[in-house]
C-alpha cells in the first residue's frame, strides 16, 4: 500500500504501514459532551470518517476507537441546578450522535464513556507512580500529578522547551512540584456532587481530562496502535500529555499523529466569547445533510475551512454537477446494453490523490473530470465511455461517502432519520430559546427565519415553543 500521511509528531509525511498486517487501529478524540455539537466537531468527525473509509478501501480492516468525555471540568461547570451533570452528558451525547448520523458518520468501532474506564485509568496512574513519573499532591487534597520534570521527552510532540511551556491550569498549582505538572486525578473538593466522585487509591475524586484518553485508548487498541486524530486545538496540551503519560508508563502508543484543520468564521477564529459559533443544528437547517458533508469534507483536512455566507451554496452547486450526471447517465442508458455493463472502478488518478496525505481536493478534481468527461461522452452518444464514467463516479462517490443514490442519502433509513431530524429541531428550537432568555432577539430571528426556510414552524405556547413541520 503506498498510503502517504503526514505525521505532526514527525512534521513529515510517512508511508503508512500498518502495526499489524492488513489492520488499522485508530483513536479519535471524541466530544467533551457539555454543549451542543457545532461545526467544527463535525468537521473533525467526518475527516476521521473519509480517512478510515479510505484505508477500509486499500483493504485495512480498521478499527476505530471514538470516546465520549462525558466527565471534565466543563461538564460539571454547564451542569444547571435542574439538570445533574451525567444527564446532561447524555443529552448532549445523543446531540453529537444525531450530527454525526445527519452526515452519514459511520459510527465507531467502539465509542467508551470516560465514567466507564475509570478502572483502567487508575491502573494507568499508579504505573506511572511507581514508575516515579506522577505524584499524590503534597497540600491533602488528594490530586495526583504528572511529574513533567521527571520525563525528558516532555514537549516532543509540539516541540517545545518545559522552561517556555504555559503552567497547566487544571488545578490549585499549590500542590503541584512545578506548575506545568499537570493532574491525573482530581480530589473531590467541596460543593461538587458526589455522583461525582469515584473511589481510588489516593481518596474520592475523579479523572483528569488527558488520563482519560489514554487509559481508553490502551483498553481499546493495545499498548501500541496506528493512528491518533484529532483537531489541531488539542496539540497542547491536550495530546501532548496524553503521548506523555502513556510513553512514561511504557506503552509504545500512537505511530501517528493527525491532526486535522480548524473552522472559522467569516475569518474569525469561532469562540464563545465571540458569540460566532455556529452549530450543528443551525447548519444543518441550512443546507440539506448531503450539502454539509461535501462541503465539510472537501477541504484538505490539514487546512483551516471558511464558514461564510455563499459557502454552502458553492457547495450544493458542485453537488448538483455530480448528481445532475448520476441521474442523465441513468437515464440515457436503461434499457440500452449499457445500463448493468458500467463497471464501479475508482480512476488510479483517484486513488493516487488519496494515497497522498488524503488529497480530497486533487480527487474532486478527478471526479468533477469524469462528470465533464460523462457528460460529453452523452452529448457525442458514446454510451460505452459514458458507462464507465457513470461507473467511476459511482465509486468515487461511494467511496467519500457522498453517493446520493446510496445510503444514508437514498431514503432507506426513514425511521433513524426522522428521529435525527426531529432531535435537531428541539436542538435547534432550545437554542433559539436560550438566544430569547439572553435577549439576544437577533439571533433568536435567525434561527426561527433557518426554520421557516426549512418549512418548519414554531408556534410560542405558554407551555413552551412548539413545532411542527409545515404540509
Ligand atoms: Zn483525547
Redesign the pocket.
Same mark, same amino acid.
Given at each position: 500500500m503506498a498510503l502517504r500521511l503526514y505525521d505532526t509528531k514527525t512534521q513529515d509525511l510517512r508511508d503508512f504501514t500498518p502495526l499489524a498486517p492488513g489492520e488499522a487501529g485508530m483513536?479519535v #478524540?471524541?466530544p467533551t459532551v457539555q454543549s451542543s455539537p457545532h461545526i467544527g466537531h463535525l468537521r473533525s468527525a467526518l475527516v476521521y470518517d473519509i480517512l478510515r473509509r479510505w484505508l477500509t478501501y486499500r483493504g485495512l480492516r480498521v478499527t476505530m476507537v471514538r470516546?465520549v468525555?462525558d466527565i471534565d471540568d466543563k461538564v460539571l461547570v454547564n451542569a444547571a441546578d435542574d439538570e445533574h451533570w451525567w444527564a446532561l452528558a447524555y443529552r448532549m451525547e445523543l446531540e453529537f450522535s444525531d450530527g454525526y448520523r445527519a452526515l452519514g458518520i459511520l459510527p465507531p468501532t467502539y465509542e467508551p464513556r470516560a465514567t466507564a474506564n475509570i478502572q483502567q485509568m487508575h491502573e494507568l496512574i499508579e504505573r506511572l507512580i511507581e514508575a516515579g513519573h506522577a505524584y499524590v499532591a503534597s497540600d491533602e487534597s488528594g490530586d495526583v500529578y504528572f511529574d513533567v520534570r521527571s520525563w525528558e521527552p516532555y514537549g516532543e510532540l509540539t516541540r517545545q522547551d518545559l522552561d517556555n511551556m504555559e503552567d497547566a491550569a487544571d488545578a490549585d498549582p499549590r500542590g503541584k512540584r512545578d506548575p506545568r505538572d499537570f493532574a491525573l486525578w482530581k480530589g473531590h473538593k467541596p460543593g461538587e456532587p458526589e455522583s461525582a466522585s469515584w473511589a481510588s487509591p489516593w481518596g474520592p475524586g475523579r479523572p483528569g481530562?488527558?488520563i482519560? #484518553?489514554?487509559a481508553?485508548?490502551r483498553r481499546y487498541l493495545g499498548e501500541t496502535f496506528d493512528i491518533h486524530g484529532?483537531g489541531l486545538d488539542?496539540r497542547f496540551p @491536550? @495530546?501532548e500529555n496524553?503521548l506523555a503519560q502513556s510513553t512514561a508508563a511504557g506503552d509504545g502508543f500512537a505511530r501517528f499523529w493527525v491532526h486535522n484543520g480548524l473552522v472559522s468564521i467569516d475569518g474569525q477564529k469561532m469562540s464563545k466569547s465571540l458569540g460566532n459559533s455556529v452549530y450543528a443544528s443551525e447548519l444543518l437547517a441550512s443546507a440539506s445533510p448531503l450539502v454539509v458533508r461535501y462541503y465539510l469534507g472537501q477541504a484538505h483536512y490539514r487546512s483551516t475551512i471558511d464558514y461564510h455566507d455563499g459557502s454552502l451554496a458553492e457547495a450544493e452547486a458542485a453537488l448538483e454537477r455530480i448528481t445532475g450526471f448520476l441521474e442523465r447517465a441513468s437515464r440515457r442508458l436503461s434499457g440500452t446494453r449499457f445500463s448493468a455493463a458500467a463497471e464501479v472502478t475508482i480512476p488510479d488518478e483517484f486513488a493516487e490523490a488519496m494515497d497522498d496525505d488524503l488529497g480530497v481536493p486533487q480527487a474532486l478534481a478527478v471526479l468533477h473530470d469524469t462528470v465533464r468527461a460523462g457528460n460529453a461522452a452523452i452529448d457525442a452518444d458514446d454510451l460505452l465511455a459514458a458507462a464507465s464514467a457513470l461507473g467511476a463516479v459511482t465509486a468515487m462517490t461511494d467511496v467519500l461517502g457522498i453517493n446520493p443514490n446510496a445510503a444514508p442519502w437514498n431514503g432507506t433509513d426513514d425511521v433513524a432519520q426522522e428521529a435525527t431530524l426531529a432531535r435537531l429541531i428541539d436542538a435547534l428550537v432550545d437554542q433559539r430559546q436560550s438566544a430569547r432568555a439572553e435577549r439576544d432577539f437577533a439571533r433568536a430571528d435567525r434561527i426561527r427565519d433557518l426554520l421557516t426556510a426549512s418549512g418548519i414552524t414554531i408556534e410560542d405556547t405558554p407551555t413552551g415553543a412548539h413545532w411542527s413541520i409545515d404540509g
Open positions: 483513536y #478524540c471524541g470516546n468525555t481530562w488527558h482519560e #484518553c489514554s481508553m485508548a484529532g488539542l @491536550h @495530546h496524553e
